[in-house]
């Protein structure tokens, strides 16, 4: 199936972890991108990566990292979990200098114990 | 300013009314615009893509752009109780970077 597809789909675990969430496309794109949705249900855009060069970094504490290490994955690799970690983590993708939608993935459920 | 806008909602109708969504973006330079349907729990999903000023309809969706107003608006026909969801516009603006709004909370009951 083509898609976005990320691992795990939920993750719970204790303050102070350090955890990773995967994220793959077989869409072709040359974009991908991580969102954070709090309890509020605002999308909001962390990181987005084209062609493995980061171009957006939103204002994100710097214990989350991105590595993209090929065009059709994106990772994030958080450290130190705080509380305010918990939400609901969205990776997406789509193609560059075209009028295409983003399309997502089904989401990482983080919650910090 | 926020770069989209959209009421929070909740938006309430009655099955089988009209319901009406609203989005106003602030970059002229906009080219692409689209609305996604996210469940809760679920990951947002695409329901309409729009380009051009005008109308452009779906089965009992229908997307409407007013690029001089900087406005685009989603109509749901004969809404359904499986219509209740929230509605999120988003933007494709000048720099290729995609701008979601808040969304807003429909609500149809039966």
């Known amino acids: 199936d083509t898609a976005v597809s990320q691992t795990p789909k939920y993750l719970v675990t204790q303050m102070g972890n350090d955890k990773s969430i995967k994220c793959e496309q077989n869409l072709g794109h040359d974009t991908m991108y991580w969102y954070k949705q709090d309890s509020k249900k605002f999308l909001k855009i962390m990181f987005s990566?084209?062609?493995?060069?980061?171009?957006i970094n939103e204002t994100v504490p710097n214990r989350f990292s991105p590595k993209s290490p090929d065009k059709a994955h994106l990772n994030l690799h958080i450290n130190s979990l705080e509380l305010g970690d918990s939400a609901v983590y969205f990776c997406?993708?789509?193609?560059?200098?075209?009028?295409?939608?983003?399309?997502f993935g089904d989401g990482t459920r983080l919650s910090i114990l | 300013q926020k770069e989209v806008e959209q009421n929070s909602g909740p938006l309430s109708v009655p099955e089988g009314a009209i319901a009406s969504l609203n989005c106003t973006y602030s970059?002229?330079?906009?080219?692409?615009f689209f609305w996604y349907r996210q469940y809760s729990g679920k990951s947002p999903e695409l329901i309409m893509s729009?380009?051009?000023?005008g109308d452009k309809e779906d089965g009992r969706f229908t997307a409407q752009l007013n690029k001089a107003s900087q406005y685009v608006s989603l109509l749901i026909r004969d809404s359904q109780p499986s219509d209740s969801a929230t509605y999120l516009c988003?933007?494709?603006?000048?720099?290729?970077?995609?701008?979601f709004g808040p969304g807003t909370r429909l609500s149809v009951l039966p």
């Open positions: 997406a993708s789509s193609q560059t200098n075209s009028n295409q939608p983003q399309h």
């Open positions: 970059d002229r330079g906009s080219q692409s």
């Open positions: 988003a933007v494709k603006n000048y720099g290729q970077n995609f701008v």
């Open positions: 990566y084209n062609n493995k060069e980061l171009i």
């Open positions: 729009i380009y051009s000023n």
